[in-house]
């Protein structure tokens, strides 16, 4: 119990509180910029498997553009929440259970607003209403490991790159993706009712 308490103290301290740059222009301009990057990166990860495992690459997408926002939003965190500082057992559960969460929060809030579910994992043990299963949190920690060690130094490395020319198109492409949310909500919320049954007319 003590343990637990004080690596819950020792993440809270370790915190790099630098990050609170967020709030800056800059900040904001790097965020979309990872957040496109991760999704897109999502999407093709996604689609291979779809590929390798029923030979079907263009699986159905939430959105019209080739984004998964759930792989944008799961690394995001996992950048600014973890520290070189964070204790190797913290970074261990994080790795986890943030796509964990981000993963069921996503398929719960899309079956209960659309009444689908874009993935179903009802049928494989240790699952939780279909929307997330241990065996793929498992592989969410391994690949999220994958991620903070070899790829995000290297999409960083970019970043600091093409800043001066990403400063000029960044918002331009976080309005593409607002609107592409928007137009996907619409789609969806149409289908949604034109699947639903007629009701009976007052006789």
């Not at 689908?116 to 997330?132: A, F, N, V």
């Not at 130094?153 to 607002?178: D, E, K, R």
């Not at 592409?180 to 789609?187: Q, W, Y």
Request: glycine fraction near 6%; aromatic fraction near 18%; proline fraction near 4%.
């Amino acid at each position: 119990m003590k343990g637990g308490l004080a690596m819950s103290l020792s993440f809270l301290n370790n915190m790099d509180f630098r990050h609170l740059e967020l709030i800056s222009i800059e900040g904001a301009a790097r965020i979309v910029f990872y957040f496109t990057v991760y999704s897109f990166i999502g999407w093709l990860l996604e689609n291979s498997y779809s590929f390798f495992t029923k030979q079907i690459f263009f699986k159905e997408n939430f959105l019209y553009g080739p984004f998964k926002p759930m792989y944008g939003f799961a690394p995001i965190l996992l950048v600014y929440l973890i520290s070189p500082k964070t204790h190797w057992a913290i970074v261990l559960f994080l790795c986890v259970a943030i796509p964990t969460l981000v993963e069921y929060v996503s398929g719960a809030l899309l079956q209960k607003l659309f009444h689908k579910q874009w993935w179903d994992y009802s049928e494989t043990s240790l699952q939780l209403h279909g929307h997330i299963c241990l065996s793929f949190s498992i592989c969410w920690g391994f690949l999220s490991l994958f991620c903070l060690k070899w790829v995000h130094p290297l999409i960083s490395a970019v970043y600091g790159t093409i800043a001066p020319y990403w400063g000029w198109v960044w918002s331009a492409v976080g309005l593409y993706l607002l609107a592409d949310l928007v137009l996907a909500i619409r789609r969806h919320s149409i289908q949604d009712l034109l699947t639903e049954e007629p009701t009976n007319p007052i006789q």
